[in-house]
């Protein structure tokens, strides 16, 4: 067992201690040691061994504060936040440099866990009662996006590595069919706007020939 210690500018000072395999020949010891020595010295000169001792939640609030609030829009910004509420409370405590795949896939399936109370509303639309029902895929695919982002942005300042999200599957999300009408029934549905107020021809007519489709609310 021997330490390594490596002079980090006039004060600070990074060391860690080793184990050698006592089985190992003198000739062998040595070259082990030089070894570990050369490698302990080029990770604290590129940062890689004292930025990866930063926990997933200190990092995280870095990429909020020097990547999103300046390249993301504020929408985009605040569901961040409130994605990495729940993100922290699984890894945020976690170094970046502890972080390995099995963690995003334990991560994953605790994602598919979390359930949400939905209420349940009669024909008059009164609340009848309230039901659990999981988050939908396309916001579980948001979540892992988001851990994937963080992690990708981490290695590309020299954090980390690699990013470990990187080897782990996102969750599938499955398409849904666009539904169109088609030339027949639009046919109809203009030659019965020939007797409407012109206010409902107008609208009706633009959604028709613009394409406009009322986007599906599943994002929670």
Not at 139 to 159: C, G, M, N, P, S
Not at 184 to 196: A, D, N, P, R, S
Request: no cysteine.
């Amino acid at each position: 067992m021997f330490t390594v210690i490596k002079q980090i500018g006039q004060k600070k000072r990074k060391k860690k201690t080793f184990k050698i395999d006592p089985f190992l020949t003198k000739k062998q010891k040595e070259k082990e040691i030089e070894k570990i020595v050369y490698e302990y010295e080029q990770q604290v000169l590129n940062n890689s061994y004292l930025n990866g001792d930063i926990r997933f939640i200190d990092f995280s609030k870095k990429f909020m504060e020097d990547y999103a609030k300046e390249n993301l829009s504020i929408t985009t910004y605040k569901r961040y936040e409130t994605l990495l509420e729940r993100i922290n409370l699984e890894i945020g405590e976690l170094k970046l440099s502890q972080i390995r795949p099995p963690h995003i896939r334990e991560f994953k399936k605790k994602i598919e866990k979390i359930t949400r109370k939905v209420a349940v509303r009669d024909e008059n639309g009164k609340i009848i009662k309230y039901e659990n029902k999981k988050l939908a895929k396309k916001t579980q695919l948001h979540y892992f996006r988001l851990v994937h982002a963080i992690l990708e942005k981490a290695e590309k300042w020299d954090y980390i590595k690699e990013n470990p999200a990187s080897k782990v599957e996102a969750p599938k999300v499955i398409k849904r069919e666009t539904e169109y009408l088609d030339i027949e029934t639009i046919k109809t549905i203009l030659k019965l706007l020939e007797k409407e107020p012109i206010h409902y021809r107008a609208f009706i007519s633009l959604l028709i020939y613009s394409g406009i489709r009322r986007r599906r609310a599943d994002l929670l």
